[in-house]
């Protein structure tokens, strides 16, 4: 029947409402609510798209095979790679050593194989620091807010100013010893701010939602809060900037390595056998192991945060 307010002149013809019968109106499978269908999170999701995606597959076997060397290389050769002789000075490859020698006589197979134990290792721990204090900053600057995150954001915008390579290398020839761990400490100094930014604005995204409200009615303490309910909502993007930034801690260390700033000249690394060998790049392949070497794994991390962040990104997923 006609809609009529009341108070309201008379409705013109045209304009009237109807509504029909229950009975009458068809209800659509798409319509219906699976009651029986278990519910499904963001990394489940996540979890499934990465495994159709080739990119991923092809990435996470990539550094699933450079994790499985850097840990284990006495399973790929069981040459020292510190052992050089000057009878072998640019022998050609044999049986046992594929690659050759390099001017030194040092086994080139045995150092590639080495050497990416303490370029993934300075990776690895430059990340987790990167993201320990980036995330732990930025996610108290952007939920507490106020005076701290003033200090926060100042002190993250002058960091900001200074190249990370360039930073490193006047802060490494400061260093009288050079170690894994100083490399480490000093590339997680100067690029926590990205971490941070990125932290501190998905924390205050996830700030103001429903679920933190919830708490704060229940009684939850604001800290308790924070680390229960906001991180875990607001940790993804972290995770893409981090897998991202490990394959740029590796290249960073390469080249500090290569100009002789970086990790000490025992310690064999990809980074300083190609400063070693650099005169020998017109004659010889000597560069082409360690090179390669070190653009695949950053290659393969690089893919790896590609994939990750499409599947964590809503916009972009696919349906």
């Not at 790929?76 to 050593?97: A, E, K, L, N, W």
Request: hydrophobic share 50%; charged share 15%; net charge positive.
């Amino acid at each position: 029947m006609p809609d009529r307010k009341l108070g309201v002149s008379e409705i013109r013809p045209g304009q009237e409402h109807f509504v029909a019968p229950p009975d009458e109106v068809e209800v659509l499978a798409t319509d219906r609510l699976d009651e029986t269908a278990a519910p499904t999170s963001v990394w489940r999701e996540a979890w499934k798209q990465l495994r159709r995606n080739p990119i991923f597959i092809v990435a996470a076997l990539l550094i699933l095979f450079i994790v499985l060397v850097a840990v284990w290389p006495q399973l790929f050769t069981g040459v020292d790679p510190r052992y050089c002789s000057g009878d072998f000075s640019m022998h050609r490859p044999s049986s046992g050593h594929p690659f050759g020698y390099d001017k030194q006589g040092c086994d080139i197979y045995a150092r590639t194989i080495y050497g990416a134990r303490a370029s993934v290792a300075t990776g690895l721990g430059a990340t987790l620091l990167f993201v320990f204090i980036g995330g732990t900053l930025g996610a108290l600057a952007g939920y507490y807010g106020g005076l701290l995150d003033a200090v926060i954001s100042r002190v993250a915008e002058i960091f900001f100013a200074l190249p990370l390579t360039l930073a490193a290398i006047v802060l490494m020839q400061l260093l009288a010893t050079r170690t894994i761990w100083t490399v480490m400490l000093t590339l997680a100094s100067f690029s926590w701010p990205q971490a941070a930014r990125i932290a501190r604005g998905a924390v205050i995204q996830s700030r103001n939602s429903e679920y933190v409200t919830a708490a704060k009615a229940l009684g939850v303490s604001r800290f308790r809060t924070l680390v229960r309910h906001v991180l875990p909502n607001a940790v993804s993007p972290l995770i893409v900037v981090s897998t991202i930034s490990l394959g740029v801690f590796i290249v960073t260390e390469a080249t500090l390595s290569y100009l002789g700033v970086g990790l000490s000249r025992q310690i064999v690394s990809w980074g300083s056998d190609i400063a070693a060998n650099q005169k020998e790049i017109r004659t010889s392949a000597i560069l082409f192991y360690p090179a390669t070497a070190l653009a695949l794994t950053v290659l393969s991390f690089i893919m790896l945060g590609d994939a990750v962040s499409d599947a964590l990104d809503p916009k972009a997923r696919k349906r």
